[in-house]
Every structure is written in C-alpha cells, then in structure tokens.
C-alpha cells in the first residue's frame, strides 16, 4: 500500500493549476482558446487563460454563455487527466463543481448549491456555469478544458438570463474579479488533490451534500412531458436519482429542469 501510495504521489503534477495565469482582454471564448494551445502543445498542466471579455462564450449542451465586459470571472483550466480512466468522468466533474462551490459558499453562505449536473445555484438563481472539453487519445483521457464562469459583480442580466444572479446581488458588495479568479484557482487546485488520492467516496458524498433539491420535491422534463419527483442523489456514475412513485435513474441530457421563472 506504502509503495502504491509512493508511486502515486510521484506521479501528482508539481505545478499548481494557476501557476501560468494567463490575463486576456478579449477573447472569443477562453474554452477555444485553451484546447487551441493544448493542440499546439503551448499549454501545460495547471495554465489558466481569464478573459475580461468574451465574444463567444460557451455554455452547456451547446448554449452561450454571456456575461459582461469586466465584471464576472471567465476562465479556463488546463487540466492534466492522465490518471483517470474515461469511465470516471464523473468524478472529476463532481470535484470541480465542489470547487466552484466551496468558492462561491466562502461569499454567499447558505443557500449556495450545486444543482446536477455542475451548476451552481443560489436559492433558485443561477450563480455559476461550468463546461468541461476533454483531449482523449485512444484510450486514454489526456486533458480537460475546464471553462468556468461565475456572475461577481454584475447587476442586471437580459431575457438570455431570466433566473442568473451575481455575488454583488447577494451580498450587496463589489468584488476585484481578478483576485477571485486567482482564489478560485486554489479551491480547484485542492479538489483536484482529493480526486488525485483517489478519494472518490468522500468527493460523491460531499457533492451529495449540497445537491441542489436533495429530498426535495422538484420538476423536470423528459420528451416534452413534465413530471414532479422527489431528488434522491446522484450515483457514482453520474445519473441523476428521483423518486416518483418508483426510483428512476436518468444520464446527463435526459432530462431538464423546470424552474420557475424568478425575474
């Protein structure tokens, strides 16, 4: 067990996810932009690239994400993945969205939540998206383009955005978003030690803890048809666990939440 342990930590990137802090002025997506020098072989493990603005911002399942010059972090990770195999995914997913949610909890305290798959939610608001771009070769899982984008100070959000909130709505403050970008770096730097360990347990159990709904009555829909159910969890691999008269389990993209529309 010693050597195993030995042998893994030899093999921990010595350098910190931050170490290479990359300031852009305007970029058209800091996502593109790191996979970009990834291919070029410009960028190693732990180079982060932070936009002050984006021209084309990528959300989730294809969307945008649009945020306003200066005033909310966007940034992108590049992320070693060697050690993981492709099937636990998940995982790392998990771990990051603990990152951003330990950061943003630091701010705005309770009522801060990670709403499946790796939003971060504040009450029913949105506070923080996270997109995750994989490099795999073969069989193997090289790199993760980690894209974050988190509302700082940023006080007033469009039709795009009916249910985004900002920390400066929260806690009535305005923030350096640089500084916080450079935090961040440290909240995802210690998440991705944990899951480096192998400490899968208590990262699902963690994320489990502050399920955005967790065995609460929720809405979602599935093919057009809206059904409410109970959130159970979320399994090792990943799906989404609801109670609905019978357990029913659903992957990624399966179904959508229904929230009700705040603004």
Known sequence: MLSALTIHHESFPKKIIGHSFNELQMINSTNSYAMQKVQEKLAEHGTVYFAHHQTNGKGTRGKGWESKSGENIMISMVIDMKFLAIHQQFFFSAAIAL???????????????????????????????????????????????????????????????????????????Q??????????????????????????????????????????????KKDNISFECVIDGVAANGDLMVTNG??????????TWEILKIK
Request: glycine share 6%; proline share 2%.
């Open 246 to 255: 019978l357990q029913s389990a659903f992957t990624f993209g399966e179904v």
């Open 99 to 173: 990152a951003v949610f330990d950061f943003y909890f630091k701010y705005a305290g309770k009522g801060t939540s990670i709403k499946w798959p790796n939003d971060i939610y504040y009450n029913d608001s949105k506070a923080a998206g996270i997109l995750i771009e994989n490099c795999i070769k073969g069989n193997q899982w090289q790199w993760a383009i980690v894209g974050i984008g988190i509302n700082i100070n940023q006080l007033e959000f469009g039709n795009h955005a009916p249910n985004a909130i900002s920390l400066a709505q929260i806690t009535q403050q």
């Open 175 to 220: 923030y350096d978003v640089l500084q916080l970008a450079k935090e961040l770096c440290i909240h995802v730097q210690k998440r991705y030690q944990e899951l480096h360990l192998f400490e899968f347990e208590k990262i699902l159990k963690i994320y489990n803890t502050n399920l955005y709904k967790k065995n609460m009555l929720a809405k979602l």
